[in-house]
């Protein structure tokens, strides 16, 4: 995946600012779509500038990017597990019986969920692993189309090939990756299609 | 509702009544409360957020940096609880402290904080506290009679607002310690053979309970500033010595720092902290001795790969949910 390197993870390390506005960069809209499928959009981006703050002051050791997928991840979410737990406190919330199950439906959810480094290392690692598995062409589409961000129409001008083409390559990716994924393939097949 | 569908409504809501009809089904049963999580979660932590506008980006990044900035003149304490994650539990529960408040029935407050997990409260006489891991303090909405008394489970620093006319006091299970105005912290789990109490300034005592010929009555002993002292429950003996030296900055910035301290002291310290259970496979790794730190907010796995490059002899370890399993390798 678009993981950052060991050198720009020694460079925050050493609390380096270019390195910090680089990670920064690569993981704050993440975060903050992360964060917003449990508080709402506002909230999120001023629970994730918290845990970026936090994390540049901490300055934790780190040593590859699944640690520091993991460390922002881990804070954004006690972040957002500390919001909803303080409104569950809070009295007006009460006899909102529709927000309150969904409060709680969401604290159990953030609570079991595993943000360990492992977690980020299997994840990139299937996918990395799946790259490798596609044919070079159907890589390319893929590479252009996902991780570029490029709209079909412009991934077939960058490869000078037609739209048709790139869909197919498109499918025939999602194939493969629907072997490698199987749990996470629904809403992996979502993300990759929704653009 | 069939998996495609549960999806769809994840992946795009369409209005509250479709939340509403998901958030029921989830909550029909445990298994469809626990699929619902598995796929919710998965997309959360799928998201690219490639949605946000760059412009965007660029602006939170500054609001970021100029936070970063503004907080060097942060005062002390502050950075490392500002940002705990943190649980707390305000129960206002008429609780009758019949052993605590003379038969008077007032409504107590109960701050529970998990364990990974730290955060300040402030009681009604000001005293600032900081409690931490898996500590629990219960303390009364008002302070009434002659003296403030609030009980402790666990874990806390105190900053005593003085008052000479109402002592102040923390009640450990049967001890307590006696206050008149200071920074201290107390060390108390229940399941502890040990009482600490570590005095940064001021003056406190700690009242033994003890009893002879059925008759409990405290015995007090005093510490001076920059002592601490130590009670072993079972054998009732005291130990004094100076205040640890990672005393502040465990505190202050949420660093513990070690020497040559066991594998088997520091897994409690790290169960207390994290959560986490180490389970030594085989008996001679529990006796290694370790010299290093910590921080408080690092996460097990960091501090896992310390201890790993740290050790002399090399072990391995393998992590099953919420419990680490540590073999030496020969």
Same mark, same amino acid.
């Given at each position: 995946m678009d993981a950052l390197t060991n050198e720009l993870i020694e460079l925050l390390n050493q609390k380096n600012k270019a390195a910090f506005e680089v990670v920064f960069g690569a993981y704050y809209p993440r975060l903050v779509y992360f964060a917003a499928e449990y508080v709402s959009h506002e909230e999120a981006k001023g629970l994730v500038q918290d845990a970026f703050v936090a994390f540049w002051e901490k300055n934790p050791a780190l040593q590859n990017n699944s640690q520091l997928q993991s460390y922002l991840y881990t804070s954004v979410k006690n972040n957002c597990l500390m919001r909803l737990r303080r409104e569950q406190s809070? @009295? @007006?919330?009460?006899?909102?019986a529709e927000y309150r199950m969904q409060n709680q439906l969401y604290v159990s959810a953030l609570t079991e969920m595993d943000t360990s480094a492992l977690t980020f290392q299997e994840i990139e690692l299937i996918i990395q692993k799946t790259m490798e598995e596609l044919p070079p062409r159907c890589r390319e589409v893929f590479v252009e189309s996902?991780?570029?961000? @490029? @709209?079909n129409h412009e991934v077939a001008k960058a490869l000078n090939i037609s739209e048709k083409a790139v869909e197919a390559q498109i499918t025939k990716a999602l194939k493969t990756f629907r072997i490698t994924l199987k749990d996470y393939l629904p809403l992996v097949a979502y993300l990759f299609l929704s653009r | 509702m069939d998996k495609e569908k549960i999806i769809q409504k994840i992946v795009s809501p369409k209005g509250a009544d479709d939340q509403h009809e998901l958030l029921s089904w989830a909550n029909n049963s445990t298994e469809n409360k626990r699929e619902y999580i598995r796929y919710k979660n998965l997309w959360a932590i799928l998201q690219?957020? *490639? *949605?946000?506008?760059k412009q965007h980006v660029e602006s939170d990044f500054k609001a970021v940096k100029a936070r970063i900035n503004s907080s060097s003149k942060r005062m002390l304490f502050m950075p490392a609880l500002r940002y705990a994650a943190v649980f707390v539990v305000a129960l206002f529960t008429g609780l009758l402290a019949h052993h605590l408040f003379l038969n008077i029935d007032i409504s107590m407050n109960v701050v529970e904080v998990p364990k990974g997990n730290r955060t300040s409260i402030s009681l009604p006489d000001g005293t600032q506290v900081w409690l931490s891991n898996g500590s629990k303090l219960t303390y009364p909405e008002t302070f009434r009679g002659k003296s403030r008394d609030v009980e402790l489970m666990g874990e806390a620093y105190f900053t005593v607002t003085h008052n000479a006319d109402k002592p102040f006091f923390v009640k450990l299970g049967s001890h307590r310690v006696k206050v008149l105005g200071t920074e201290f912290s107390v060390l108390a789990y229940p399941n502890d053979s040990i009482i600490q109490v570590d005095l940064a300034s001021g003056k406190v005592q700690l009242e033994v309970n003890t009893s002879t010929h059925g008759k409990s009555y405290y015995r007090s002993v005093a510490l001076n500033p920059l002592q601490s002292l130590a009670l072993n429950?079972?054998?009732g003996k005291l130990r004094r010595s100076r205040i640890p030296n990672n005393f502040y900055t465990y505190w202050q910035e949420g660093n513990y720092t070690f020497l040559d301290e066991s594998f088997e002291s520091l897994a409690q310290k790290i169960d207390r902290i994290y959560g986490v259970q180490l389970i030594f496979e085989d008996e001679r790794i529990k006796q290694r001795t370790f010299s290093g730190a910590f921080n408080v907010d690092d996460n097990i796995y960091t501090i896992m790969e310390v201890f790993k490059s740290a050790s002399q002899k090399p072990f391995s370890y393998r992590v099953e949910g919420k419990t680490i399993r540590i073999k030496s390798i020969n």
């Open positions: 809070q @009295k @007006k919330y009460i006899n909102e996902r991780f570029n961000g @490029k @709209k | 690219r957020g *490639e *949605e946000m506008p429950k079972l054998t």
